[in-house]
């Protein structure tokens, strides 16, 4: 599984890349819960 953070003002790639923390929170949370269900499933 590949997951990407960014926003349409991060920048990616660029000397002045930026993420915004909130998002980034956000982000892990899905990941997190996206990985627990699918553990879920196989048990």
């Known amino acids: 599984m590949v997951t990407a953070a960014e926003d349409p003002y991060s920048s990616t790639h660029s ?5 915004d923390l ?3 929170a956000r982000i892990c949370l899905s990941e997190a819960l996206l990985l627990r269900n699918l553990a879920s499933i196989r048990q």
């Open 22 to 24: 909130t998002e980034l």
């Open 15 to 19: 000397p002045n890349e930026s993420l």
